[in-house]
């Protein structure tokens, strides 16, 4: 096993559709000559475009590059057909900080919408530049932004067993910085983000055999929080934090159990003689919804965290599994199987109404963004894995590939 500061495969992010529409805005290079790296006008640019529901203009379209309010033309703007406006600058803050200061226009009613200064250190320079693309987002949709988060993965490479390498990663949503976790050359699998964002837990079969461990971010520090006989796997944390749910036939069938990470103590969910995997917790922690082929076939059923009886929620379609609850509560993403491909859909909970949003064959794995706007998930084409991301209307779609080997299990931070 080999820790971080190993090579990194980075993401590359294409839009493959958008929104017919989307809103014309344009983001004008921050003056920047004091910093160094990529202009943070540029990256906020690329997070809008990225979001499907932004058009940005082209910096070779712009008939001027104001950094300041009193250098604003606001006809200019308008002649380019451009709803909004932002502009910005890094100035010397305080002590050896750096400090962005941008504003946000309405180019036709030609009124200050918000500003703001956000100090911040030079290596924290791409992370700022997502801040801002998330308060220019949720001031012009109403919804929080997702562009500051990071994404979770694991990435395969080498072509058999003798070279074959195992990384788990994490990177911006834009696949900058990636950094790796871990590496080995046995199988790590089901990554899942600690509600703080500061740890991750995840399956690794390092010693030949399954377990799950929590590991750190910032000091690497990690605990095997279960090795029992059989399989561990599916970590769930808890909205809280304090617990974990996930698989074990410890007992005899896959089962689902919650631990406490205090006292490492178990409670079992489910007790069926069928299979009983993948758990995730409802946003409130009160339920705990899971795949069973206590049905004959793979469906998606919920319980109750502290255990009960479960009750099937999918009854469409010959396959539903990999259940996640959006962010509100109100629906729920799984992979969906029927005549035999495996798209990612959506279902309201409260109508029951299921709706499919992807279109390959062998897509998996899917996960909210913290906003609920995005799904993330795997898909396999041409037989290469690689990660995709569609909005939960189904308009926008992104592909995320790497530069070699293929990436799958991926997890949206908080």
Same mark, same amino acid.
């Given at each position: 096993?080999?820790?971080?500061?190993?090579?990194?495969?980075?993401?590359?992010?294409?839009?493959?559709?958008?929104?017919?529409?989307?809103?014309p805005?344009?983001?004008?290079?921050?003056?920047?000559?004091?910093?160094?790296?990529?202009?943070?006008?540029?990256?906020?640019?690329?997070?809008?475009?990225?979001?499907?529901?932004?058009?940005?203009?082209?910096?070779?379209?712009?008939?001027?590059?104001?950094?300041?309010?009193?250098?604003?033309?606001?006809?200019?703007?308008?002649?380019?057909?451009?709803?909004?406006?932002?502009?910005?600058?890094?100035?010397?803050?305080?002590g050896?900080?750096?400090?962005?200061?941008?504003?946000?226009?309405?180019?036709?009613?030609?009124?200050?919408?918000?500003?703001?200064?956000?100090?911040?250190?030079?290596?924290?320079?791409?992370?700022?530049?997502?801040?801002?693309?998330?308060?220019?987002?949720?001031?012009?949709?109403?919804?929080?932004?997702?562009?500051?988060?990071?994404?979770?993965?694991?990435?395969?490479?080498?072509?058999?067993?003798?070279?074959?390498?195992?990384?788990?990663?994490?990177?911006?949503?834009?696949?900058?910085?990636?950094?790796?976790?871990?590496?080995?050359?046995?199988?790590?699998?089901?990554?899942?983000? /600690? #509600? $703080? +964002?500061?740890? %991750? !837990?995840? =399956?690794?079969?390092?010693?030949?055999?399954?377990? *799950?461990? @929590?590991?750190? &971010?910032?000091?690497?520090?990690?605990?095997?929080?279960?090795?029992?006989?059989?399989?561990?796997?599916?970590?769930?944390?808890?909205?809280?934090?304090?617990?974990?749910?996930?698989?074990?036939?410890?007992?005899?069938?896959p089962?689902?159990?919650?631990?406490?990470?205090?006292?490492?103590?178990?409670?079992?969910?489910?007790?069926?003689?069928?299979?009983?995997?993948?758990?995730?917790?409802s946003?409130?922690?009160?339920?705990?919804?899971?795949?069973?082929?206590?049905?004959?076939?793979?469906?998606?059923?919920?319980?109750?965290?502290?255990?009960?009886?479960?009750q099937?929620?999918?009854?469409?379609?010959?396959?539903?599994?990999?259940?996640?609850? /959006? #962010? $509100? +509560?109100r629906? %729920? !993403?799984? =992979?969906?199987?029927?005549?035999?491909?495996?798209? *990612?859909? @959506?279902?309201? &909970?409260?109508?029951?109404?299921?709706?499919?949003?992807?279109?390959?064959?062998?897509?998996?794995?899917?996960?909210?963004?913290?906003?609920?706007?995005?799904?993330?998930?795997?898909?396999k084409?041409?037989?290469?894995?690689?990660?995709?991301?569609?909005?939960?209307?189904?308009?926008?779609?992104?592909?995320?590939?790497?530069?070699?080997?293929?990436?799958?299990e991926?997890?949206?931070?908080?």
């Open positions: 096993m080999l820790f971080s500061g190993l090579a990194r495969s980075e993401l590359n992010v294409e839009i493959t559709q958008g929104v017919e529409g989307a809103m805005i344009a983001v004008v290079p921050f003056g920047q000559q004091i910093l160094q790296g990529d202009n943070i006008g540029s990256i906020v640019a690329a997070d809008l475009a990225r979001s499907g529901r932004f058009k940005p203009l082209p910096e070779n379209e712009m008939l001027e590059t104001p950094t300041a309010p009193e250098q604003v033309r606001f006809r200019s703007w308008q002649v380019l057909g451009q709803d909004h406006l932002v502009i910005g600058r890094v100035q010397l803050g305080a050896s900080q750096y400090e962005a200061e941008f504003f946000l226009y309405d180019a036709i009613k030609e009124s200050l919408l918000t500003s703001a200064r956000i100090p911040f250190n030079a290596p924290e320079s791409r992370r700022t530049a997502h801040r801002i693309a998330d308060i220019i987002y949720q001031h012009l949709t109403g919804e929080p932004g997702a562009f500051a988060t990071r994404v979770a993965y694991v990435t395969v490479t080498g072509s058999g067993p003798r070279d074959r390498q195992y990384r788990l990663q994490i990177a911006d949503t834009d696949g900058h910085n990636p950094q790796t976790i871990i590496s080995s050359v046995e199988p790590i699998m089901s990554p899942a983000w /600690s #509600p $703080d +964002g500061k740890r %991750i !837990a995840y =399956v690794s079969f390092e010693n030949k055999a399954s377990a *799950i461990f @929590v590991q750190a &971010l910032t000091t690497g520090e990690r605990q095997k929080v279960s090795d029992a006989p059989g399989i561990n796997g599916a970590p769930a944390w808890s909205p809280d934090g304090s617990r974990l749910a996930m698989t074990l036939s410890k007992d005899g069938n089962d689902v159990y919650v631990m406490s990470l205090a006292s490492r103590s178990l409670r079992r969910i489910t007790d069926h003689i069928g299979i009983d995997t993948e758990p995730n917790w946003p409130d922690g009160s339920s705990i919804v899971f795949t069973s082929d206590r049905g004959g076939k793979p469906q998606l059923y919920i319980v109750s965290s502290s255990g009960g009886p479960a099937r929620l999918t009854y469409e379609g010959e396959y539903n599994a990999r259940g996640v609850f /959006s #962010p $509100d +509560g629906s %729920i !993403a799984m =992979v969906h199987g029927n005549g035999g491909d495996y798209r *990612i859909a @959506v279902m309201d &909970l409260q109508t029951r109404a299921l709706r499919v949003l992807t279109k390959g064959r062998l897509d998996e794995s899917p996960g909210f963004a913290p906003n609920g706007s995005m799904i993330l998930y795997a898909s084409r041409g037989g290469v894995g690689r990660l995709a991301a569609v909005s939960i209307d189904g308009r926008v779609q992104q592909s995320l590939r790497i530069d070699s080997g293929q990436v799958r991926p997890a949206w931070s908080p």
